[in-house]
């Protein structure tokens, strides 16, 4: 069998197995009558993936805080829609349906069952888990995600694209900078400034007022970046029109910490991890009891005989 060029796969885990869930009939269930369409859905895309792209790396990226209070505090609008309540003293709790919460637990158990690196942060998203594993990987990176704020990572010179999959897994588009150039008039390097300019309701980034994203794009065609823009719009000697000079001297305070909340981190201490694609389970036994205790039959063999080296 010929070797397989080297290729790192990130997943935005959540947003796979969210889709999973919402996408795979609840009536998938285990034998005891609870729900694996998340579990099994997520195994299927993971088939589909690695059959697909043949990575030789492999990485389930997690969100160990899924709104870091680094960036409320910056941002206190930071995906606060999504919060489903605030305990006391304690963290806010994304809004998340009872049938896939009970899964979760299940999908870290498969995973590690079969070996697949399961890679998160405290204090961090999967996003920027993704960020610092893409930075610098040595190799081409896939990152697997329905998240467009992803796009900034895309760098056609150091191999990173984004795997798309907003219309679904299977009809994914392969987001490189000709991509993003065509669909935003911008480059990937872009898109982080793009998008506080614009503002992002999903994640309840109000953006500049008034500055959509033609505005944006154009704005960032001229000068640069963001705060090209920003020193354009200081300057009285500067040909920026009064429109946008005053929209963006207006959301000064904003645009001061923005950048900071939609910017991925690139270098979060994460120790070691080996993201090195298993070719066979690393607990096989205990998979095996996994498959059996949820019922998840065809979709743990079709992984195991798509990680077996032919």
Request: glycine letters at 10%; aromatic letters at 6%; charged letters at 25%.
């Amino acid at each position: 069998m010929a070797e397989r060029s080297e290729r790192l796969l990130l997943l935005d885990t959540a947003s796979l197995y969210f889709r999973a869930f919402f996408g795979v009939p609840d009536s998938v269930k285990a034998p005891d009558g609870t729900p694996v369409n998340a579990v099994r859905g997520l195994l299927d895309f993971i088939t589909r993936l690695v059959g697909e792209y043949q990575p030789t790396h492999l990485a389930c990226c997690w969100d160990n805080d899924w709104r870091p209070q680094w960036r409320v505090d910056l941002i206190p609008s930071y995906k606060a829609h999504r919060v489903e309540l605030v305990v006391p003293g304690g963290s806010d709790v994304e809004e998340v349906p009872d049938p896939l919460e009970a899964q979760i637990p299940v999908i870290e158990a498969v995973l590690e069952a079969f070996g697949i690196a399961v890679v998160g942060a405290d204090g961090y998203e999967a996003d920027d888990v993704i960020g610092t594993l893409a930075t610098g990987a040595g190799m081409p990176v896939d990152v697997v995600t329905g998240d467009r704020d992803l796009f900034q990572l895309v760098d056609d010179e150091a191999q990173v694209r984004v795997l798309y999959t907003a219309r679904g897994v299977g009809k994914h588009e392969r987001v490189t900078n000709d991509w993003v150039r065509e669909k935003y008039g911008i480059d990937g390097h872009q898109y982080a400034d793009f998008a506080a300019l614009r503002g992002d309701a999903s994640d309840g980034l109000p953006g500049v007022a008034g500055v959509g994203e033609k505005t944006a794009a154009t704005l960032l065609g001229r000068f640069g970046d963001l705060a090209g823009i920003v020193a354009a719009a200081e300057d009285p000697a500067s040909d920026l029109a009064p429109g946008p000079r005053r929209k963006v001297k207006d959301a000064a305070d904003y645009l001061l910490v923005a950048p900071k909340v939609v910017a991925v981190a690139r270098e979060i201490d994460l120790g070691t991890p080996d993201l090195t694609l298993p070719r066979t389970p690393a607990d096989p036994e205990g998979l095996v009891a996994l498959s059996e205790k949820w019922g998840l039959g065809g979709s743990v063999t079709r992984l195991v005989e798509t990680l077996t080296p032919r």
